[in-house]
């Protein structure tokens, strides 16, 4: 029954994954500069809807396609640098001491944001480096 709703399912992580990556650049930067709604409840809460649509996704598709992290290892990549993203995020907008650590903290996340998502794209843990001739050959 769920292999019936793959296309809507994965369109639906996609979706989560642009709007969770959209809202959290756009928090980051807030947080840059000084930004109040940065932080702000309403915000947050949009933030975790996001983020537990992503996942509830995820877990749906991993299920019905029948590839699971430890076992599949382009999935096992992506949750491990999932734990990294979190952490760099937390760092970025609130754990970071000063502006700088937040900023490059900021920047690091992104940068394992868009390696995830190469990852996703190209099915195997080595994402992006995939695509640089003679790198991950």
């Given at each position: 029954?769920?292999?019936?709703?793959?296309?809507?399912?994965?369109?639906?992580?996609?979706?989560?994954?642009?709007?969770?990556?959209?809202?959290?650049?756009?928090?980051?930067?807030?947080?840059?500069?000084?930004?109040?709604?940065?932080?702000?409840?309403?915000?947050?809460?949009?933030?975790?809807?996001?983020?537990?649509?992503?996942?509830?996704?995820a877990?749906?598709?991993?299920?019905?396609?029948?590839?699971?992290?430890?076992?599949?290892?382009?999935?096992?990549?992506?949750?491990?640098?999932?734990?990294?993203?979190?952490?760099l995020?937390t760092?970025?907008?609130?754990?970071?001491?000063?502006?700088?650590?937040?900023?490059?903290?900021?920047?690091?996340?992104?940068?394992?944001?868009?390696?995830?998502?190469?990852?996703?794209?190209?099915?195997?843990?080595?994402?992006?480096?995939?695509?640089?001739?003679?790198?991950?050959?």
């Amino acid at each position: 029954m769920g292999a019936a709703f793959y296309p809507q399912i994965k369109d639906l992580h996609i979706g989560a994954v642009i709007a969770s990556g959209l809202l959290f650049s756009a928090r980051g930067i807030g947080v840059q500069a000084g930004a109040r709604w940065a932080m702000a409840r309403p915000v947050r809460l949009a933030s975790y809807l996001i983020d537990t649509t992503l996942l509830a996704a995820a877990v749906l598709l991993t299920t019905i396609v029948q590839q699971y992290p430890f076992v599949n290892g382009w999935l096992t990549a992506k949750v491990l640098l999932l734990i990294v993203y979190i952490g760099l995020g937390t760092f970025a907008l609130k754990r970071g001491r000063t502006p700088p650590v937040r900023r490059w903290c900021l920047i690091a996340a992104m940068a394992t944001y868009a390696f995830i998502i190469s990852i996703a794209i190209a099915h195997d843990p080595r994402g992006a480096l995939l695509w640089i001739p003679g790198v991950a050959a």
